[in-house]
């Protein structure tokens, strides 16, 4: 089941931002899943499908607004080497 999310805005925030309303609409979807990814509350996989990208082209543009590729925690950084060292 797919579901619709509607933002109202006027034409003059488009033509502030200089963008068509496409644009506007992939950046805000773009937007969206980076912070739910940069929370955690999503998977790299799960976020870019939100996005409509790829998974790699979806981590690769999060450098573009200051998101880290990766959102493991120090601790969970420290667990995945672990494992890595011991395999």
């Known amino acids: 089941m ?30 969206l899943a980076a912070k739910l990814y940069e929370l955690g509350r999503l998977s790299s996989g799960e976020a870019a499908q939100l996005a409509g990208k790829s998974r790699v082209e979806f981590l690769f543009s999060l450098t573009q607004i200051g998101v880290p590729m990766s959102n493991l925690r120090a601790e ?10 011991h395999e």
């Open 2 to 31: 797919t579901h619709t999310l509607t933002i109202e805005y006027q034409d003059d925030l488009l033509f502030r931002l200089g963008m068509n309303n496409e644009q506007f609409s992939a950046e805000a979807k773009f937007l």
């Open 76 to 85: 969970d950084a420290a667990t995945e080497l672990g494992f890595a060292l």
